[in-house]
């Protein structure tokens, strides 16, 4: 079944040497011509408002396995008719990704690369994981401002801060957990390809989870820092009395006391404690800062 797209008179862009845009589909236009080209056949015209076109009809004919995919969302204009086929169609690319359909990838011509360069800073997501208590909360906001006095930008994905917007709807049992952690990642993800220093802290007590956030970005760019601190000593310190409750049987599946914590296994950077050796939070972001300035992160 064919496809028409029919554009409705509208202003479309200024007229400068360069290619200019067109928001109602992505596609640039030729400089320098009195026309748009879409497809194989259409009907144009124009007129000048100062310096601006008003497209009054473009139609372009797409066949059913017309795809933008083809060309990145965007208009090759050294190709025939703006096509890459020349027959103003393009090849059905498509995806399903579990319940969602025919959706589609666009790319945009502004990259990661682009973004670190204007940041001067490679995009990477720090996974700061541990027990309860264990200081990883702590550890992130020292490492954020420790970032941000060298002036390089980072920004905080704290498990609880998470919970009162994004993951709202999640409990704590087993399959919410994985959801959580999860929906985290693909944030931290998002962040990290917009060339900004995603520190993560949540305590992500299964190991599976962790690893499939780490396979969502390129090698090298997911960093895991393990708070290894041992039970007794994050049971003492009990900064919001959950500890007490799980012990009180007030609090069902608490990570440590009836639900497991599995233990990195191959993670990047350990901040090991214990009750008569413990650094402090300045100390251990200098030690996430080194490992950051000795893999380039802290440059374009």
Known sequence: MAVALKL??????????ENVSLPELGFPINSGRNWIRFGSHFDHRKSKIGQKFKLVKAVGRLDETSSFNDV????????TNGFPNGKGTFRKQMSTIEKSTNILWHECSVNKHDRERLLQQKGCVIWITGLS???????????????HSRGKLSYVLDGDNVRHGLNRN????????????????EVAKLFADAGVICIASLISPYRKDRDACRALLPKGDFIEVFMDVPLQLCEARDPKGLYKLARAGKIKDFTGIDDPYERPLNCEIVLEQKPDTCSSPCEMAETVVSYLEGHGYLQA
């Not at 992130?140 to 970032?147: P, T, V």
């Not at 999640?170 to 990642?185: H, P, W």
Request: charged share 15%.
């Open 170 to 185: 999640l409990s704590f049992g087993a399959e919410d957990r994985a959801e959580n952690i999860r929906r985290v990642g």
């Open 133 to 147: 208590g264990s200081g990883k909360s702590t550890l992130a906001c020292a490492l954020s401002h420790s970032l």
């Open 8 to 17: 409705l008179p509208s202003l479309i862009g200024n007229v400068s040497p």
């Open 72 to 79: 990145n969302g965007q208009a090759d204009c050294h190709c």
